[in-house]
């Protein structure tokens, strides 16, 4: 099955510091990723969406010059948590769609996550 | 109004057991309903998407009621395995846009 990667799996940093995720679809080609953030004991919230080679698309309430999104390729979508705090310490997660989007039910697959944690 | 709403339980059954979860969505255009499955410190995997006519996969069978803006997810003969969280899944706004509202996730517990 199709799979989407994330790296790095973890990460601890200092706050003020910036931090970049990477989210690769490793046999497919993605026009369209998504960014979900997921804090303790509380669901996925959709981010923001990443577009191949336009601006991505915030949910409201979501920061765009804090969270900087860069979908450069059809297989590369970086989001740049920038000078993080420690509120920012949250699970990460994205997600990529078949560019076919012939079976939609089938067609979103998630990375494994990001866990970042802000000190 | 949460968009998705979802009992988060937790719900402890034993195995064997039969297990009912429920939902409500608050966009009657949403097109798409899935169940998805997570485990602790995991990415969501698919569990079954949900059909209007209500669909089966093995010991798991989906519902949806449009007009009650209601979804279910039935579990047969619980397994060990089958403890995880479980989550309501629609799609946002009307068409295929892909993005995707979780509920809150019902947490499941089977004991031997």
């Known amino acids: 099955g199709a799979v989407v990667s994330q790296h790095p799996s973890w990460v601890i940093c200092k706050s003020g510091t910036s931090v970049k995720i990477e989210c690769r679809s490793l046999?497919?080609?993605?026009?369209?990723m998504f960014w979900y953030r997921q804090f303790p004991k509380q669901s996925l919230m959709l981010m923001a969406t990443?577009?191949?080679?336009?601006?991505?698309?915030?949910e409201q309430g979501v920061e765009k010059d804090k969270f900087l999104i860069n979908h450069a390729s059809l297989t590369l979508s970086t989001l740049t948590v920038t000078s993080a705090h420690p509120e920012d310490s949250s699970f990460y997660i994205c997600?990529?769609?078949?560019?076919?989007?012939?079976?939609?039910?089938?067609?979103?697959?998630f990375g494994p996550g990001t866990r970042l944690t802000v000190t | 109004r949460k968009e998705v709403e979802q009992d988060p339980g937790p719900f402890n059954v034993p195995e064997g057991a039969t297990v009912a979860f429920n939902c409500t969505y608050s966009n009657s255009a949403s097109q798409s309903f899935f169940w998805y499955r997570q485990d602790c410190r995991k990415e969501p995997k698919l569990l079954m998407s949900?059909?209007?006519s209500g669909n089966e996969d093995g010991r798991f069978t989906a519902q949806l009621n449009r007009a009650s803006q209601y979804i279910s997810l039935l579990i047969r003969d619980s397994k060990l395995s089958d403890s995880a969280t479980y989550l309501c899944?629609?799609?946002?706004?009307?068409?295929?846009?892909?993005?995707?509202?979780f509920g809150q996730g019902t947490t499941l517990q089977v004991k031997p």
């Open positions: 949900v059909y209007s």
């Open positions: 997600s990529a769609r078949d560019t076919s989007g012939r079976d939609f039910a089938r067609g979103q697959y």
């Open positions: 990443s577009n191949e080679g336009s601006k991505a698309t915030y």
């Open positions: 899944v629609v799609n946002k706004g009307s068409g295929n846009t892909g993005k995707l509202i």
């Open positions: 046999d497919f080609q993605a026009t369209t």
